[in-house]
């Protein structure tokens, strides 16, 4: 039987701010089995990062709507601060964006681990030390990277001790956000693996994996979600999603996608015209109409999320519109 | 490379190092960049791919005379840039090479309506021209601005425009050599290609020829005709960009290679892949092939084979 780690219905989170509500975030309902790296995609604005903060840290202006969040049973959107920081790295972590930055230079790695961990109440002694080297030597990092300052360390090594120390306590779920974004090609490779190799070590129990970049997201995700302007555009099995795209706005953003192969001689892609509309309360209808080849009336209307096969939903009404020529 | 003085070529580097020395008492030398050479002819679109620290950006700094080189020539249209000192002389060749940088933002004066880039452009390298609205008009028609932008502040404009508007800035000089230093890397997949086309575009119908710096492999396949690849500040491999993506011979360009996600198919996560073992690995490399320098394993491909 499928076990659900997070369930969200109707999660709503708006920015309150002295213009109005910037609605990042409005209505969004899916679920992530354990096991599974369920992917989010989308550009800019589009409400992934805002997704992570509603789940772990909400800050002003960021403000709880409407909807909840179900992690183990438990709605964590209702939960005070202080009764939820006691899940925070044991039941559900995030691998922050920025996190490379957050290193002090002048601090030893194992003084950043220290720091963090103690808020956490973990006990700081010979055997969690173990337990760390034992995590490193998976990454392949010797355990001499403890006594390293952080300013040795290549971005790459940065972001597999981050991610070692997100993962210490085994976490449920973890949320990965744009943990490949600020790395080399050949570090982004190493870092989406030793994702998939956590999970499937059951070092993590599942894993949300934001990022912008699609082509690494099929790399490791099990299904993908696609988010547009605070919307679920589209969510299903990967391979779907990548090779056989739903929604008009997938679509677009796939065939926009450069690959080795591609000359501009041979082939020209085009980007999507127009830009994300402005999210200040905004009203009903698709968001990606105004930029939509296959918009019509209807498109004013919020499109129902409909099932077109197990386990794919897309939200569009003329999602039966799309040609099946997409596969180039 | 061939030496042949056609009136296509517009760059040449020559040998070109960069070292950074710091410290006082231990000096500490960092390369940059060591021994490079490549060419850059009229209406052609090269990128210069590495990886962080790799010395592309050093490279086009040194082209736009930014950074003086340590050792090394620069020629452009067979005059040597690197001795170039007078006001007048630099101001020459910046009117036929420029540069556009990663971040848009940084670029503009926040202070000021980002019309001014324009206007400057006039005060510093053109004060005798006619109709100069109706050029700066024409200049963002091409990069698809609406006229009205031209009154806003850079805040109120997004990543996109902003480059859009430098390009045109780059158009109303009607330069021969425009640098683009990660130039899209801030865009979004779906505005970003708007901007790829719109200088392959320009490229080919002016004969401006592009350096397109990036990391980004798959990009780079895309937009160039000749493509170079950088590590730690040497080139290793450069020729054709097709015959380089289809043949990699280089050890660490069969790296990157490998590590390139592709939205079609996925990598083989049962094969290891460890990014620490490519030194070692360019070290066999070397020594297996008893050559040294860079040699031409196929018309326009030549690989490193030897430090």
Redesign the interface.
Known sequence: MVENVLELDDLTAYYKILKGDVKALDGVTFRVERGEILGVAG??GCGKSTLAKTLINREDPLKHISGEAILNDEDIMAMKEKEFRKRRLKNIAIIPQYALDAFSPTKKVKTHIKDIVREHQVKVNSKFWDKVKERFSLV?LDASVLDRYAMELS??MKQRVIMIISSILDPDFMIADEITSAL???????V??ML?NLRDQDIIGSAMFIT?????M???ADRIMVMYAGHIAEIGPADMI??NPSHPYTE???S?????????KDQ??????G?PPDLIDIGPGCRFRFRCKYATERCTETPEREKIRDRHFVSCWNHEQLGSDSNE | MSKNNNDDLLLSVEGLTKLFYSGIINKDVTVGAKDVSFEVRKGEIVSLIG??GSGKTTIGRMILKLLEPTDGKIYFKGQDITTLNSKEKKKEYYRNVQGVFQDPYSTFNSLFRVKRIFNMVFKTFMPEAKNKEEKILQAIDEVNITPELLDKYPHQL?G?QLQRLLIARALLLDVDILIADELISML???????I??LL?DICKERGMAIIFIT?????G???SDHTLILREGRLVERGD??KI?KNPVHPYTQ??????????E??D?KEE????Q?SEKIKEFYKENDKSDFQAVDENHYVLFGE
């Not at chain 1, 080399?184 to 190493?190: I, L, W």
């Not at chain 2, 892949?273 to 620490?276: C, D, I």
């Open positions: 550009e800019s392949n971005g790459g080399d090609v050949t570090s982004q490779r190493f989406a693996n998939a912008h970049d699609l082509a690494i099929y790399q490791i990548m090779h677009a953003l796939i926009s996608l450069p690959r080795v192969g591609i000359q501009h020209r892609l085009e980007g999507i015209k830009t | 990886e962080s997004s996109g979004d997949a779906s505005t970003r290609m708007g790829l086309n392959i990391h980004d492999l798959n990009l396949y895309y937009i960009t097709k993506y790296m990157l290679f490998e590590s390139v996600p592709d939205r079609k996925k990598w996560r892949f460890l990014p620490e490519i």
